[in-house]
């Protein structure tokens, strides 16, 4: 990209101050929306761009917008800043760095369902970072951007930020409710969805940072110049979250479509040590394990493709690059640790499942189990599937089951002889 | 109203107002970061005091205690050195990492220095798998990052905070 879109402070210096935001554009979009535009046509605008949710789920945002009902009030906007998902890393960048544009695309999503009250709800140990937005939120209301009759229109606006306390599963957005509510962090039967029923019992409408992101530019440029960027049914630009054994680790804004190929070995500079690549994770811990051979490299990074070409979701785009010196069994046995400690402890599958398939894996690290046991491990993975109330359980299985299926030899060099 | 109210009225009002009357409760957490401001954990009577202030029960205030990873129940070392053994940063060589620290320090993982001032935590994904091995330096009610570390640079900031504290009991 020549330019970037959404982490704009590479290009700008000091895009977190105010002034500078300001004098780059910053919050055109925002007015536009707030003095020229109904509630209704900002979500239109939003829905033709084809923005796709950025958190994982890639649900199309502006649908997404157009669920909060006009019969009950009031309306909530909650920011989900809760980035927990091991390999992502994006929206801390975002946020420390090119603040205004976050708040002003929740400013926007929050005059799109006209919701008078906003939340970003930030992980615990976003500590730092949320003293820091606290600051630019008192700039907004210093400047008339926030606060009461917000220039000189009817429209007012007030934004919180909330801190977590340390669990991954409040990146689910009905225990992020409850969370925010002061409760266990637990997700809620659905439905009814958090647009009918949400905070405090309210329509509520949750994003993740990335995504609200993208909404000023799509706003002040339009949405055919945001499809102009990406493929038919991804449009847009995408952050990826490149880690593991690459030697340029980081954060690529792209446009949605580049293969696997040109963000492991242009962008990322190639595998460490000019190690051979194994495997690729493409949704951080809770991806499948898939093998790199040419097919897999050459598929682009877009929503549609890397469901159809390689059965395994781009979810939150973190891309985790394994090279041939990492056994799969050792992997395994640290993703499900991660599941197996951030279960919530509501749904028995994933409760007793993550701890089983932890007891297994740690046996093997030992060199303490049959042959047979790498089968009773992807047997319980297969049990829990599809029996949870929330992608949790079934995210602790994705790793377990493709990696016993594709990589049984790094397995059985864990067997007792 | 309590003991946890009257310390800290003024901060406790400017969170209750965040809220809206119904969400009283979702003053819970941020309280507990409160609580545990002072000594690193929630002690007991804060329980109660939140609980007065939230509309709700000790017994759910001490789950929420429970139930969250960065809330404390016990007494530990002033600062936690939490680091991330997670995939990403296990790839790039945190649990190797995560030993030197303890050798180091010459305690095991999840034990407190001889001096009462560093425990050693090996924890979840923090968020900045591209920058390992790193920690977050849980401590005096704040939770800092430091990121791209090897044991030297670690042992350095180590040394740093020994010293400031020693010029702080001198003062």
């Given at each position: 990209?020549?330019?970037?879109?959404?982490?704009?402070?590479?290009?700008?210096?000091?895009?977190?101050?105010?002034?500078v935001y300001?004098?780059?554009?910053?919050?055109?979009?925002?007015?536009?929306?707030?003095?020229?535009m109904?509630?209704?046509?900002?979500?239109?605008?939003?829905k033709?761009?084809?923005?796709?949710?950025?958190?994982?789920?890639?649900?199309?945002?502006?649908?997404?917008?157009?669920?909060?009902?006009?019969?009950?009030?009031?309306?909530?906007?909650?920011?989900?800043?809760?980035?927990?998902?091991?390999?992502?890393?994006?929206?801390?960048?975002i946020?420390?760095?090119?603040?205004?544009?976050?708040?002003?695309?929740?400013?926007?999503?929050?005059?799109?369902?006209?919701?008078?009250?906003?939340?970003?709800?930030?992980?615990?140990?976003?500590?730092?970072l949320?003293?820091?937005?606290?600051?630019?939120?008192?700039?907004?209301?210093?400047?008339?951007?926030?606060?009461?009759?917000?220039?000189?229109?009817?429209?007012?606006?007030?934004?919180?930020?909330?801190?977590?306390?340390?669990?991954?599963?409040?990146?689910?957005?009905?225990?992020?409710?409850?969370?925010?509510?002061?409760?266990?962090?637990?997700?809620r039967?659905?439905?009814?969805?958090?647009?009918?029923?949400?905070?405090?019992e309210?329509?509520?409408?949750?994003?993740?940072?990335?995504?609200?992101?993208?909404?000023?530019?799509?706003?002040q440029n339009?949405?055919?110049?945001?499809?102009?960027?990406?493929?038919?049914?991804?449009?847009?630009?995408?952050?990826?979250?490149?880690?593991?054994?690459?030697?340029k680790p980081?954060?690529y804004?792209?446009?949605?479509?580049?293969?696997?190929?040109?963000?492991?070995?242009?962008?990322?500079?190639?595998?460490?040590?000019?190690?051979?690549?194994?495997?690729?994770?493409?949704?951080?811990?809770?991806?499948?394990?898939?093998?790199?051979?040419?097919?897999?490299?050459?598929?682009?990074?877009?929503?549609?493709?890397?469901?159809?070409?390689?059965k395994?979701?781009?979810?939150?785009?973190?891309?985790?690059?394994?090279?041939?010196?990492?056994?799969?069994?050792?992997l395994?046995?640290?993703?499900?640790?991660?599941f197996?400690?951030?279960?919530?402890?509501?749904c028995?599958?994933c409760?007793?499942?993550?701890?089983?398939?932890?007891?297994?894996t740690?046996?093997?690290?030992?060199?303490?189990?049959?042959s047979e046991?790498?089968d009773?491990?992807?047997?319980?993975?297969?049990?829990?599937?599809?029996?949870?109330?929330?992608?949790?359980?079934?995210?602790?299985?994705?790793?377990?089951?493709?990696?016993?299926?594709?990589?049984?030899?790094?397995?059985?060099?864990?067997?007792?002889? | 109203?309590?003991?946890?109210?009257?310390?800290?009225?003024?901060e406790?009002?400017?969170?209750?107002?965040?809220?809206?009357?119904?969400?009283?409760?979702?003053?819970?957490?941020p309280?507990?970061?409160?609580?545990?401001?002072?000594?690193?954990y929630?002690?007991?009577?804060?329980?109660?005091?939140?609980?007065?202030?939230?509309?709700?029960?000790?017994?759910d205030?001490?789950?929420?205690?429970?139930?969250?990873t960065?809330?404390?129940?016990e007494?530990?070392?002033?600062?936690?050195?939490?680091?991330?053994?997670d995939?990403?940063?296990?790839?790039?060589?945190?649990?190797?990492?995560?030993?030197?620290?303890?050798?180091r320090?010459?305690?095991?993982?999840?034990?407190?220095?001889?001096?009462?001032?560093?425990?050693?935590?090996?924890?979840?994904?923090?968020?900045?798998?591209?920058?390992?091995?790193?920690?977050?330096?849980?401590?005096?009610?704040?939770?800092?990052?430091?990121?791209?570390q090897?044991?030297?640079?670690?042992?350095?900031?180590?040394?740093?905070?020994?010293?400031?504290?020693?010029?702080?009991?001198?003062?």
């Amino acid at each position: 990209m020549e330019k970037h879109i959404l982490l704009r402070h590479r290009d700008v210096p000091g895009i977190d101050d105010l002034a500078v935001y300001k004098a780059n554009d910053g919050f055109a979009a925002f007015e536009k929306a707030l003095k020229s535009m109904k509630p209704a046509d900002v979500t239109a605008e939003v829905k033709n761009s084809g923005l796709r949710g950025r958190g994982g789920a890639g649900f199309p945002t502006g649908i997404k917008w157009g669920f909060l009902p006009d019969n009950s009030w009031p309306h909530y906007v909650v920011a989900n800043a809760d980035e927990s998902e091991p390999g992502t890393f994006k929206d801390r960048e975002i946020m420390e760095n090119n603040p205004f544009q976050f708040l002003e695309g929740l400013m926007i999503a929050s005059y799109a369902v006209q919701a008078n009250c906003a939340y970003v709800y930030l992980r615990g140990e976003f500590w730092q970072l949320a003293a820091f937005l606290d600051d630019k939120i008192k700039d907004l209301e210093d400047a008339g951007y926030l606060g009461e009759r917000i220039l000189g229109t009817d429209y007012s606006l007030h934004i919180h930020t909330h801190l977590g306390a340390g669990a991954y599963i409040c990146g689910e957005e009905t225990a992020l409710l409850e969370s925010l509510e002061g409760k266990l962090g637990q997700p809620r039967l659905r439905p009814p969805f958090p647009a009918v029923v949400g905070l405090y019992e309210k329509p509520t409408l949750i994003n993740n940072v990335e995504t609200l992101t993208n909404v000023p530019v799509i706003i002040q440029n339009g949405a055919d110049w945001y499809r102009g960027f990406g493929t038919e049914q991804s449009a847009g630009v995408k952050i990826f979250s490149l880690s593991g054994c690459v030697k340029k680790p980081g954060n690529y804004e792209l446009p949605l479509g580049v293969t696997y190929q040109e963000l492991i070995f242009e962008y990322g500079g190639g595998i460490v040590n000019d190690n051979k690549i194994k495997a690729v994770m493409s949704a951080g811990a809770s991806s499948d394990v898939v093998i790199a051979d040419e097919f897999c490299l050459e598929t682009p990074l877009a929503y549609e493709t890397c469901e159809e070409r390689l059965k395994a979701p781009l979810g939150s785009a973190s891309v985790i690059v394994l090279d041939d010196t990492v056994n799969m069994a050792w992997l395994v046995n640290k993703t499900v640790n991660f599941f197996k400690h951030e279960s919530c402890g509501k749904c028995t599958p994933c409760r007793e499942g993550t701890f089983w398939m932890n007891s297994l894996t740690h046996r093997m690290m030992n060199k303490d189990v049959a042959s047979e046991d790498i089968d009773l491990l992807k047997n319980v993975a297969l049990q829990m599937q599809g029996k949870c109330l929330c992608a949790l359980g079934e995210f602790s299985t994705m790793a377990v089951v493709t990696a016993v299926d594709r990589f049984r030899a790094d397995f059985e060099m864990h067997v007792r002889s | 109203m309590n003991k946890l109210y009257n310390k800290y009225e003024k901060e406790i009002q400017g969170i209750l107002a965040r809220y809206p009357a119904e969400g009283k409760r979702s003053a819970v957490m941020p309280l507990l970061f409160l609580a545990q401001r002072d000594s690193g954990y929630v002690p007991e009577a804060a329980l109660t005091d939140i609980a007065e202030i939230t509309g709700t029960s000790a017994t759910d205030v001490a789950s929420i205690m429970g139930f969250y990873t960065l809330f404390h129940a016990e007494p530990a070392g002033r600062y936690r050195i939490q680091i991330c053994t997670d995939l990403p940063c296990a790839l790039r060589g945190s649990e190797s990492y995560l030993e030197q620290v303890c050798d180091r320090l010459g305690i095991k993982e999840s034990e407190t220095t001889e001096d009462g001032l560093f425990t050693v935590e090996a924890v979840k994904c923090l968020a900045a798998c591209h920058r390992a091995p790193m920690f977050q330096l849980q401590g005096d009610g704040e939770i800092k990052y430091y990121e791209d570390q090897n044991v030297e640079i670690t042992m350095q900031i180590v040394e740093e905070i020994r010293r400031a504290i020693a010029t702080e009991k001198g003062a």
